[in-house]
């Protein structure tokens, strides 16, 4: 009975829990070498408090997001009373679609959402360059990218915000958490105030998250994961749930609260071990990238010029559906780390629907039916990603 996790988390250890008082805002200023983060209590909190900052004061209503990209991220703009605009992917690519972007910005966009996706740095330059045009705000979701640096400055600093995540399952973990980060003091100063408004100390969901975290530490082994994911995962495969099945069954309700101090300790703990981490999973994804690379028909996501990623998994583009449902069918439950990133383009999420503006997203449906992940979690043994490799190779050759 072992499963190995989706995507690369860091496991804690019990001296993480064993720990008080550090400063874990400053702790992460001096691991990005960036100005001093701000937490918050996840990464959809932290896009709320940009979002809410960004509305006062303007009469801009309208956000572009990605249309290939985590449903909550759409859930936040319309929390703050915003209207969703998706903008298409480009073709075989999780990056924005940048001609069609630069035509649905205009006088009314408040600001653009650029995601780093699995890890994977996007190509900022034009995004930047269309938001300044039309003076809009550029918000980097860096949720999955921590550690990630494009032209040497961590990410999420190029736009005029940035966030991560410390969700299970996104790296360095409070259970659940966000790291905002912006690169004018102003700023600054006021996603503080605005944070203060609206996600004051709520001990409830502290006691509850500390319990979760308690979980975590406890069960994020391979033996603990058969339990904790493969068991629920499976169960939802077998009815067809696919949306539950990678966690992507989210709702309006939104916690907004701070991140206590236990919670914080803890993350500034693990972070002492995370540039180490960091270093293997690269070094891991280097070695196994040239094998993946030599797969005929997959295309294997890598970063561009300027950029270096993380690497909690792969994303991998198969030639069309039947194929990969056909890899997934032989990997999804097997316990190798298969899984896939979200279900649907945002149109399709039933609780979505008719919510979102510009829904003609054929790029980003395609590559939600074409793409699956494979976890690079040092826990998966070159024999057992071998065999994905082997899985992989027969059902692309015909
Ligand atoms: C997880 C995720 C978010 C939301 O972060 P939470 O901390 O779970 O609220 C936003 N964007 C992307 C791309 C994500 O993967």
Redesign the pocket.
């Known amino acids: 009975m072992r499963e190995i996790p989706p995507t690369a988390g860091l496991p804690l250890c019990w001296r993480d829990l064993l720990s008080l008082g550090h400063d874990f805002e400053a702790d992460l200023a001096t691991f990005l070498d960036a100005p001093l983060p701000q937490i918050t209590c996840?990464?959809?909190?932290a896009?709320i408090i940009t979002l809410r900052s960004f509305q006062n004061g303007s009469e801009r209503r309208q956000v572009i997001l990605p249309a290939y990209?985590?449903p909550?991220?759409a859930l936040a703009v319309l929390h703050c009373g915003l209207t969703p605009v998706l903008c298409d992917l480009a073709p075989d690519h999780f990056d924005l679609d940048h001609e069609r972007l630069a035509a649905l910005c205009g006088p009314q966009t408040l600001a653009i959402v650029v995601?780093h996706?699995g890890g994977r740095v996007a190509n900022l330059a034009p995004v930047l360059h269309i938001a300044a045009r039309h003076g809009a705000y550029v918000i980097e979701?860096a949720?999955?990218a921590l550690g990630a640096r494009w032209r040497g400055q961590p990410v999420g600093l190029a736009g005029d915000a940035g966030f991560y995540?410390?969700?299970v399952g996104?790296g360095l973990t409070t259970f659940?958490?966000?790291v905002l980060l912006a690169r004018d003091a102003a700023l600054r100063h006021t996603l503080r105030m605005t944070a203060a408004a609206i996600a004051g100390p709520d001990r409830r969901w502290e006691w509850r998250r500390s319990l979760e975290l308690l979980g975590y530490a406890l069960l994020y082994r391979p033996v603990g994961l058969a339990l904790a994911y493969g068991w629920p995962l499976r169960r939802a495969l077998r009815r067809g749930r696919l949306i539950e099945a990678v966690g992507d069954d989210f709702s309006d309700a939104i916690p907004l609260h701070t991140l206590g101090r236990w919670r914080r300790s803890v993350g500034a703990r693990a972070l002492e071990r995370l540039p180490a981490f960091l270093e293997t999973l690269h070094a891991q994804a280097t070695r196994r990238l040239n094998r993946l690379v030599q797969i005929d028909g997959l295309r294997v996501m890598q970063d561009a010029d300027e950029a270096q990623g993380t690497w909690p998994f792969f994303m991998l583009l198969l030639p069309d559906q039947p194929t990969r449902d056909a890899a997934l069918a032989q990997l999804w439950h097997s316990g190798l780390g298969v899984s896939r990133l979200y279900i649907h383009a945002l149109p399709d999420y039933p609780y979505l629907a008719n919510r979102l503006s510009e829904t003609d997203t054929p790029h980003a449906r395609d590559f939600a039916a074409r793409m699956l992940t494979l976890s690079n979690s040092p826990w998966l043994g070159e024999a057992e990603f071998e065999q994905v490799c082997v899985i992989l190779e027969r059902t692309l050759t015909p």
């Open positions: 996840s990464g959809t909190a896009e990209t985590c909550l991220v995601t996706l979701d949720a999955q995540s410390l969700a996104k659940e958490g966000g």
